[in-house]
T-cell receptor, first 114, second 112 residues
Framework: GAGVSQSPSNKVTEKGKDVELRCDPI?????LYWYRQSLGQGLEFLIYFQGNSAPDKSGLPSDRFSAERTGGSVSTLTIQRTQQEDSAVYLC????????????FGNGTRLTVT | KQEVTQIPAALSVPEGENLVLNCSFT??????LQWFRQDPGKGLTSLLL?????REQTSGRLNASLDKSSGRSTLYIAASQPGDSATYLC???????????FGEGTQLTVNP
């Protein structure tokens, strides 16, 4: 596709439910990043993939959060037993390489936990 | 741990004015620094990327400079337009295969 695609664009869920957020990076991009942006806050790093492996998952806030990437392409971020503090915009980005290539962001998934 | 700070947090200027946005980072051993803009309800759009060996990058009315020794980068916008209104974020990348650490952004409003 022309850009990074994220789905759904909006998700409202009840506290305690599990959610899956999807990211389709730009074709051929080897690096993929997940960030979280809370209201009025900066971007918080969650996890980074190089191909299908995750060299840096140190930003995942708890063991309720997990992510995977298959085929060096699509990535899924899963949040189990959602809490109200998980409400945020989850942004995915990809880049051609891990080094000097700019990041291309999707429009994000706005998650609201009620 | 890298920390990135942006000043000012918000800026309002009349159309046509030249302006400078500031970004500072605590660890000068960066791999590159990137500037992005974010429009409301949207993701981030990459504006300029400066490698650690470079001093500046230019794209149209935008010029970004990098001074690693002082831990600073500036984004210069010439002849500002209302369409430039957005939040501008800078981000530092520490090594080739690492995360970007973002500042909290400068919210720019250009008034017609």
């Amino acid at each position: 596709g022309a850009g990074v695609s994220q789905s759904p664009s909006n998700k409202v869920t009840e506290k305690g439910k599990d959610v899956e957020l999807r990211c389709d990076p730009i074709s051929g991009h080897t690096a993929l990043y997940w960030y979280r942006q809370s209201l009025g806050q900066g971007l918080e790093f969650l996890i980074y993939f190089q191909g299908n492996s995750a060299p840096d998952k140190s930003g995942l806030p708890s063991d309720r959060f997990s992510a995977e990437r298959t085929g060096g392409s699509v990535s899924t971020l899963t949040i189990q037993r959602t809490q109200q503090e998980d409400s945020a915009v989850y942004l995915c980005a990809s880049s051609l390489t891990t080094g000097g290539s700019p990041l291309h962001f999707g429009n994000g998934t706005r998650l609201t936990v009620t | 741990k890298q920390e990135v700070t942006q000043i000012p947090a918000a800026l309002s200027v009349p159309e046509g004015e030249n302006l400078v946005l500031n970004c500072s980072f605590t660890d000068s051993a960066i791999y590159n620094l990137q500037w992005f803009r974010q429009d409301p309800g949207k993701g981030l759009t990459s504006l300029l990327l400066i490698q650690s060996s470079q001093r500046e990058q230019t794209s149209g009315r935008l010029n970004a400079s990098l001074d690693k020794s002082s831990g600073r980068s500036t984004l210069y916008i010439a002849a500002s337009q209302p369409g430039d209104s957005a939040t501008y974020l800078c981000a530092a990348k520490e090594t080739s295969g690492s995360r970007l650490t973002f500042g909290e952004g400068t919210q720019l409003t250009v008034n017609p």
